[in-house]
């Protein structure tokens, strides 16, 4: 889902930079609170994160997905640390890997990395009390389709293509893709599920 | 928290090994701009590929992880040493 250079118009990138900036900077305040002993796990799930998003699945005929992992990022350290963790791979991606577009990085971070830490911590919060494995697929699979819109939308805006037939489009194959998200998060956050809790970080919701 | 480091490693292990079985077909968004005939224009040239081989896809994500880690956990540091 990495938007590539040449799709996005001037307005689009300079409101999605200004909000992903804006954000990380903020991440980044808050990552005082990252216990120093978690430090190095999170590296690692950053590495396992990347490794992942490189293995394309395939869905249907003639399209593929990969995982985002910003969902279960956030369920596990808490969304800051997983809008720093989404960005440090995206910026990796895009500038040594030519894997999305440098105009498109602040849309892609805001897309696969905001939405999904923000939205799938806060599904999987609210909905754990009720099933932690539904709480930790619906904070995947719905992490996936909101990046999903998001990208049309700003696609859309861009004024590249038909605005509704390409959100629907874009909406159908990512409901499919996230499906792996969703079940990928609820097999770690379900193996972690002891590990979880006692990782919360205090300052998670603030 | 070890066994997170555990669950962690074997994930990564894990995807190493499927790294040749990765699917070629284009991914969700390539595939509906294709749809509608929209191209990307790129206007820069990375240094490194993921590779088209067992080999070189995976030292694509050696590099890839160690170079992703190390910034993060150095930029994680330095945010806390600044606060």
């Known amino acids: ?206 | 928290m070890k066994k997170a480091y555990i669950v962690f490693g074997t994930f990564i292990l894990v995807f190493i090994l499927l790294i040749p079985f990765a699917s070629t077909y284009p991914d969700g968004l390539e595939n509906a701009m294709e749809h509608f005939s929209v191209a990307e224009h790129a206007i820069y040239n990375a240094p490194l590929s993921y590779g088209d081989t067992f080999i070189t896809g995976v030292i694509a994500a050696v590099i890839g992880m160690a170079v992703v880690s190390g910034i993060l956990y150095i930029y994680i540091k330095l945010t806390k040493k600044v606060a």
């Open chain 1, 1 to 206: 889902m990495h938007i590539p250079d040449g799709l996005l118009s001037t307005p689009v990138i300079a409101g999605t930079y200004l909000i992903t900036a804006g954000t990380v900077l903020y991440a980044s305040k808050k990552a005082k609170d990252i216990p120093e002993e978690k430090i190095p796990l999170l590296g690692l799930t950053a590495a396992a994160i990347f490794v992942a998003q490189m293995v394309n699945f395939p869905v249907m005929a003639g399209v593929s997905g990969h995982l985002l992992g910003a969902a279960l990022v956030a369920i596990l350290f808490g969304p800051y640390a997983s809008v720093l963790v989404m960005t440090a791979v995206l910026i990796i991606q895009t500038f040594l890997f030519g894997d999305g577009g440098v105009t498109a990085l602040g849309a892609n971070i805001f897309n696969m990395g905001i939405i999904g830490a923000f939205v799938g911590y806060y599904i999987y919060h609210y909905l754990k009390k009720r099933s932690i494995p539904l709480a930790a697929f619906l904070a995947g699979w719905i992490s996936v389709i909101l990046g999903a819109l998001a990208a049309s939308i700003e696609i859309g805006l861009s004024g590249i293509v038909p605005f509704v037939p390409f959100l629907t489009l874009m909406l159908t194959y990512h409901s499919v893709i996230g499906v792996i998200e969703g079940v990928l998060t609820m097999v770690l956050v379900k193996a972690l599920q002891g590990e979880v809790e006692k990782e919360s970080l205090p300052s998670e919701v603030n």
